[in-house]
């Protein structure tokens, strides 16, 4: 079975500088997609950066990018210039590309991130 | 564009009592599911639908039932509602694509007393 892991339950950065969050998965397949998703006090859950397994380019979103280092197994998120308003929990999250899979994520248990004005 | 839309927001039942969470989405959605966040389990998929007509359960299914009689609407039916339901609810809804992402409600605070 696929798990995620967030080995960091807390992070804090100051206000524009530049912050990583970590994030490691074990799986035996070779096609799946990875996501992080933030989410403020607000509750929601808001899709920060996907990253499709088969392709060796890092995804980048503006401020944010990852580092994906699919031998590792690892999938990091770099949020640049970090603004007050990035504050929030951040989940990374692991779904198969097999056929016939239900679509189901897989989430670790999240990062919270404070910055610091 | 509404997106996702849950209601209600937030819910208090009392043990045994029946509630319906709703979920609406306007974007086309084939795919529609249901999770529960709890604090240190993450989020847990409950059911799941890939189009009108068609649920399955997924890894936390019990004390819940859903159905799809359109492509919009995909309710959860908690049937007796019990204290280890209280949670966040979230609806969410993707296109069929491998690719796509899950665009969420804003969620449901159920408290079961």
């Known amino acids: 079975a696929q798990t995620v892991t967030q080995s960091q339950p807390e992070m804090s950065v100051q206000e524009a500088e530049t912050v990583t969050l970590s994030c490691t998965y074990d799986t035996s397949e070779s096609d799946y997609y990875l996501f992080w998703y933030k989410q403020p006090p607000s509750r929601q859950m808001i899709l920060v950066i996907r990253?499709?397994?088969?392709k060796q380019q890092n995804a980048t979103e503006n401020r944010f990018s990852v580092n994906f280092q699919k031998a590792a197994k690892s999938f990091s998120l770099k949020i640049s210039d970090s603004q007050l308003g990035d504050a929030a929990m951040y989940f990374c999250?692991?779904?198969?590309?097999?056929?016939?899979?239900?679509?189901?994520?897989?989430w670790g248990l999240g990062t919270s991130l404070a910055v610091n004005p | 564009n509404a997106g996702v839309t849950q209601t209600p927001k937030f819910q208090v039942l009392k043990t045994g009592q029946s509630m319906t969470l709703q979920c609406a989405q306007d974007?086309?959605?084939?795919?529609m599911s249901w999770y529960r966040q709890d604090p240190g389990m993450g989020l847990r998929l409950i059911h799941y639908s890939v189009g009108a007509g068609i649920t399955d359960q997924g890894e936390v299914p019990n004390g819940y039932n859903v159905s799809r009689s359109t492509t919009e609407d995909f309710p959860l039916r908690l049937l007796s509602a019990a204290p280890s339901q209280t949670s966040v609810y979230f609806c969410?809804?993707?296109?069929?694509?491998?690719?796509?992402?899950?665009?969420f409600g804003n969620g449901t605070r159920l408290t079961v007393t």
């Open positions: 974007m086309n959605h084939e795919y």
């Open positions: 999250a692991y779904r198969s590309g097999r056929a016939g899979n239900n679509r189901k994520l897989i």
């Open positions: 990253q499709e397994a088969y």
């Open positions: 969410a809804s993707s296109y069929s694509q491998d690719n796509s992402p899950l665009h």
